[in-house]
Antibody, heavy 125, light 111 residues
């Protein structure tokens, strides 16, 4: 059974770096058929896609965060990560990781079929 | 501001049918990109309900159905049940922004 689990600091001081890891079990993150995404959801608000990584090399980031964002992967641990620098209170949110599933019929975009349970990150001093 | 707009809330009595709309533009839904729908129960991660406009993953009841036309898409819930009370989001891709986009979300209330 495929499972994703986020971990990291739940409290980050303003101007510091938010670092999260998503541990994946049940499938290799190096599998060519899938990509792996990060999302966030501020309290009481909607979902925002942040970015994805494919086969530990190819990435795509949302432009609004691109200058502060790095998504990486550790194949030896089968996990991928998110680093967001220079955080402010506006970065306070529940952060989720998920798998990108591509429709075999060549349709686009992918949908997100397996999700982690989410981790609340609060930016505060 | 999201590229996909949804009505903030819809409500219905048990057994009724409700419809949630998702309005986009020529750079996302209108460009032919697929629409997916998610259900988010309070305090939980989203769950995919409909993928590629009108396909249900295994385990999703056939009370849920999706459609797409022009620059809009819709999710219909028939035979509304108390357990359907949740937030629902549409999702697609926007070529002008080059990002995956979610709708603004619709809260479904079962009266």
């Amino acid at each position: 059974q495929l499972q994703l689990q986020e971990s990291g600091s739940g409290l980050v001081e303003p101007s510091q770096t938010l670092s999260l890891t998503c541990a994946v079990s049940g499938v290799s993150i190096n599998n060519v058929d899938f990509s792996w995404s990060w999302f966030r959801q501020p309290p009481g608000k909607g979902l925002e896609w942040i970015g994805y990584i494919h086969q530990s090399a190819s990435t795509l980031y949302t432009p609004s965060l691109k200058s502060r964002l790095t998504i990486g992967a550790d194949l030896s641990k089968n996990q991928f990560s998110l680093n967001l620098t220079s955080v402010t209170a506006a970065d306070t949110a529940v952060y989720y990781c998920a798998r990108n599933q591509y429709d075999r019929r060549g349709k686009y975009p992918p949908y997100f079929d397996y999700w982690g349970q989410g981790i609340l990150v609060t930016v505060s001093s | 501001q999201s590229a996909l707009t949804q009505s903030p809330s819809v409500s219905g009595a048990p057994g009724q049918r409700v419809t949630i709309s998702c309005t986009g533009s020529s750079s996302n839904i209108g460009a032919g990109y697929d629409v997916h729908w998610y259900q988010q129960l309070p305090g939980t991660a989203p769950k995919v309900l409909i993928y590629s406009n009108n396909n249900r993953p295994s385990g999703v009841p056939d009370r849920f159905s999706g459609s797409k036309s022009g620059t809009s898409a819709s999710l219909a819930i028939s035979g509304l049940q108390a357990e359907d009370e949740a937030d629902y989001y549409c999702q697609s891709y926007d070529s002008s922004l080059n990002i995956y986009v979610f709708g603004t979300g619709t809260k479904v209330t079962v009266l």
